[in-house]
């Protein structure tokens, strides 16, 4: 397969292998397809690989691959990857919920805070109008943030 360039040939290769049980193969396989939901998938449940897995995620920002990794990070206690990987699928406020009840709010003020500038950064050749979008959204976050911590 190393010679195959046809990612619905890999595709069909890495079903047949995690139909077979050979998890290591199909995970090679899905990855040379571009399936890389795949890859976390059974990076987690299969190959006791969630290291992995974590940066499959990072990279690509999968919000599928990233609820997958929430799932796991949950049951594995890991709150702040559950934290960082709810943000990432756009679930801010099961994130906030599960950093608030689980002591991991500095957790969710550093990711937060970083995509808040990360949006800032990539808006600087935007419009003022955009600029004050993202402004306003962080703003928003962190005004959401507060009132959580005072109602405590």
């Given at each position: ?11 069909q290769f890495a079903k047949a292998k995690?139909?077979e049980g050979r998890y290591a193969e ?76 689980h002591s991991e709010m500095d957790t ?45």
């Open positions: 397969m190393a010679k195959v360039s046809s990612s619905k040939l890999h595709l995690e139909a199909a995970a090679v396989a899905y990855e040379a397809a571009g399936d890389m939901d795949s890859v976390v998938r059974l990076s987690i449940d299969r190959l006791n690989a969630p290291t992995k897995a974590y940066a499959i995620v990072r990279r690509t920002r999968s919000v599928e691959a990233a609820a997958l990794l929430t799932r796991w990070c949950l049951q594995a206690q890991d709150f702040a990857g559950a934290v960082e990987f709810l943000l990432l699928a756009g679930q801010m406020d099961q994130a906030f919920d599960i950093a608030q009840g969710f003020a550093r990711i937060v805070q970083s995509q808040a500038r990360a949006c800032c950064v990539a808006g600087r050749g935007g419009t003022d109008v955009q600029l004050a979008g993202i402004r306003f959204a962080a703003r928003s976050w962190q005004s959401q943030a507060s009132r959580h911590m005072h109602a405590v």
